[in-house]
């Protein structure tokens, strides 16, 4: 392969575990992480929608937010790390997407 291509990486979940079979204390703050990026933009996209208004709320902005979860996604499934450490930019992608979407619906 080429120099600077990655190495195939197996879509095969990564689950670190410690000697004694348990699960790593960096997964589990991971796992955590995306947790709570699930859920950490869900207020603004009910205002916007309640308000059906999505006045104040600059799209360039949302869209470079957007552009970097996406990006930081495809680079590290692309290196092949774990889930747990990239997880979050899953759902800031999606909360970014339908925050445009409003934008674009009700602006």
Known sequence: PHP??????????VQRR??????????????GV???????KLPQIHRIWCAKS???IS?????ADTLSSVLGF?????????ISTYG?????SAAGM???????KYE
Not at 74 to 82: C, L, M, R, V
Not at 88 to 92: G, N, S
Not at 98 to 104: A, D, E, G, P
């Open 88 to 92: 979050e930019c899953i759902a800031q």
């Open 18 to 31: 410690d000697a004694d079979g348990r699960v790593s204390a960096s997964d589990v703050i991971g796992y």
């Open 74 to 82: 495809a680079y590290s499934k692309w290196q092949g790390h774990p």
């Open 54 to 56: 999505a006045k104040g």
């Open 34 to 40: 995306m947790a709570g990026a699930c859920l950490y």
């Open 59 to 63: 799209a360039v902005s949302t869209l």
């Open 4 to 13: 600077t291509m990655a190495p195939h990486v197996s879509s095969a979940p």
């Open 98 to 104: 339908t925050i445009l979407s409003q934008i674009l």
